[in-house]
């Protein structure tokens, strides 16, 4: 009786420094939440916003991807290389900056410019999800590789406007502003 009397009494007791560790336990963890948003506060003083990226930043639209044709268009101004990865494969933001078009042209190719103080890059023929005004940063999803437009089969054959399932790539052209030429955009990442 006397015993057991003293286990009861010593599990109570244990139970209790057990509550009572778990609530000690419990409020350092409600008190350091606010610690971190104070840290970061501290490590970027208000109203130095600067930029993740610097202008000159600039990695290839894609992860992986095939060069379906190197540099050309010299004859009409605008050198660029083809990048292939594939139906649908995802686009990424060359550059941090604006979108400043998406366009279709006269000979349907689709067309998105993305710019920034230092680049100018165009890309052609993909899906593209973003619209002029919206900021990007390097890396951002910008859409999918398509054929649209005038691509074509490695024999010359057109594919988009003969309906033809062929013709996947991104035209890539970069214009460095700082020389106002056109670039290859594989310079840029080598
Ligand atoms: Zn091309």
Redesign the pocket.
């Known amino acids: 009786m006397h015993r057991s009397y003293l286990m009861t009494l010593a599990a109570v007791m244990w139970l209790s420094l057990a509550a009572f560790i778990l609530v000690l336990d419990g409020e350092p963890q409600r008190e350091a939440l606010p610690a971190p948003a104070a840290e970061s506060t501290q490590a970027q003083p208000a109203g130095d916003e600067r930029p993740a990226t610097a202008p000159g930043d600039f990695r290839l639209p894609y992860d992986q991807y095939l060069i379906?044709?190197g540099v050309?268009?010299y004859e009409y101004g605008h050198a660029?290389?083809?990048l292939g990865a594939g139906e649908g494969a995802p686009l990424y933001a060359p550059i941090s900056g604006t979108v400043i078009v998406n366009t279709v042209d006269e000979l349907q190719n689709t067309i998105l410019v993305i710019e920034n103080q230092r680049y100018a890059v165009t890309l052609?023929?993909g899906i593209y999800t973003v619209a002029p005004g919206d900021p990007l940063t390097i890396g951002d999803l910008i859409g999918s590789e398509s054929n649209q437009g005038n691509t074509q089969d490695y024999d010359g054959v057109p594919c988009f406007y003969y309906g033809r399932d062929c013709g996947y790539?991104?035209?890539?052209?970069v214009l460095d502003k700082m020389s106002g030429q056109n670039v290859n955009p594989l310079d840029l990442v080598r």
Do not use: K, V
């Open positions: 379906t044709q050309h268009g660029a290389i083809d052609m023929h790539h991104t035209h890539l052209n």
